[in-house]
Nanobody, 125 residues
Framework: QVQLVESGGGLVQSGGSLRLSCAAS????????MGWFRQALGKEREFVAA????????LYTDSVKGRFAVSRDNAKDTVYLQMNSLKPEDTAVYYC??????????????????WGKGTLVTVSS
């Protein structure tokens, strides 16, 4: 079992920045591809960003390219999502995801092994 705990969500004005963190525990973190998904009210959960196992390759959905950056610190068992130039349409619950020995593409395609409980990001206009 892998436990994932997100933090860093909150309320921010349009154009602002937030950094989400996801702390993992339970298994060897470096063995997992890690990613972020989000779900806005009334919409389906969608892929946002991923970083491969053990690290180095990243993938983003088109709407966040150039604004968001995913990274991981295997020494701290933590994955991050730096979000800049936030827009109201980025408002959602953001979920951390883990998939064993997964590339960024594989994680983005689904079949996630573990989910966090989510952290709410609200961007005001």
């Amino acid at each position: 079992q892998v436990q994932l705990v997100e933090s860093g969500g909150g309320l921010v004005q349009s154009g602002g920045s937030l950094r989400l963190s996801c702390a993992a525990s339970g298994r060897t973190f470096s063995n997992y591809g890690m990613g972020w998904f989000r779900q806005a009210l009334g919409k389906e959960r969608e892929f946002v960003a991923a970083i491969s196992w053990p690290g180095g390759t990243t993938l983003y959905t088109d709407s966040v390219k150039g604004r968001f950056a995913v990274s991981r610190d295997n020494a701290k068992d933590t994955v991050y999502l730096q979000m800049n130039s936030l827009k109201p349409e980025d408002t959602a619950v953001y979920y951390c995801a883990a998939k064993i020995r997964a590339s960024a593409v594989a994680l983005a395609s689904g079949g996630v092994d573990y989910w966090g409980k989510g952290t709410l990001v609200t961007v005001s206009s």
